[in-house]
Structures are given as structure tokens and as C-alpha cells.
């Protein structure tokens, strides 16, 4: 299972040639975070509200090729590791051609650990919120 989110490169993402800087992809990666965890029927700020925080850990980007100024851009999320403490996406970023197909413009991965949002301590999102657990586990 994966999440789509559709996103199209505003100028304020480029640099002076009209290419994304680098430093937006993983507010890109982001965006695909979030709607991952919706496809769940709960919200990250629901989460945080039950005390549950996902502070990033690990970060990687692979740059293949730039995406330019207006360009409309896919990134497809998923889970690739699931522990009760700890929970790994990985991305895809591609841009959507004017004929319908995709280039792929590059790719990554974060890894985040759950806390506890009081005292930042690790906690197990298998033990207070089962339920999200083994539905995120069932798509591994």
C-alpha cells in the first residue's frame, strides 16, 4: 500500500535557473508522510494528540534529475519497516510528462522513532495504538 501526493513546484522552491532546490525534497517527503498515515483514517496531529511524536531519526535523498518551476510532481510514499518503537518510509519523486508518463527525478527514505510528546522518551506505538500498528504492519 502507498499513498499519491500531487504537488506542483512553486516558484519560491527554486533557485535562480528555475531548479527545485535540493532542501525541498524532504518538506516534499513530507507531504507524502502525511497523507500515508491518513490512508489509516487518523491524522499526525490526532497522534500527537494521544502523545504519540515521530521525531526524525535518518534521512537519505537521491538526486536523479531537477525539478523545474511548475513542474507537477508525484511523490509516492510507503512503509518499509515497522517496529513498535521505530517506522522507516521511503519515497518516490517523479515528475508527471505532459503525455501522462513519469520521470523519475529521484528517491529516499527517513526513518523516525516513536516518543512519548511529555517527556520524549521512546514508546511503543504497538502498545498505545494497536490497532494503527497492525493495520500499518499488514501492508509490509
Known sequence: ?????????????TDR?????????????EVGRTDYIKLFGIKCSEM??????MPLINLSCTYKFPAVYEDNIIVRTWVISLRPAHIEF???LKR????????ELGY?????????????????????MPELYERIKATL
Open 108 to 128: 529516499g527514505t527517513t526513518e523516525h522513532g516513536f516518543v512519548d510528546s511529555k517527556t520524549f522518551r521512546p514508546c511503543s506505538l504497538k502498545k498505545r
Open 96 to 103: 508527471i510528462n505532459d503525455d501522462g508518463t513519469e520521470t
Open 48 to 53: 500527537e494528540e494521544a502523545g504519540i511524536m
Open 90 to 92: 521511503t519515497y518516490t
Open 17 to 29: 535557473m528555475g531548479v527545485a532546490h535540493h532542501s525541498n525534497y524532504p518538506i516534499w517527503y
Open 1 to 13: 500500500m502507498h499513498s499519491k501526493s500531487y504537488l506542483t513546484v512553486r516558484y519560491a522552491e
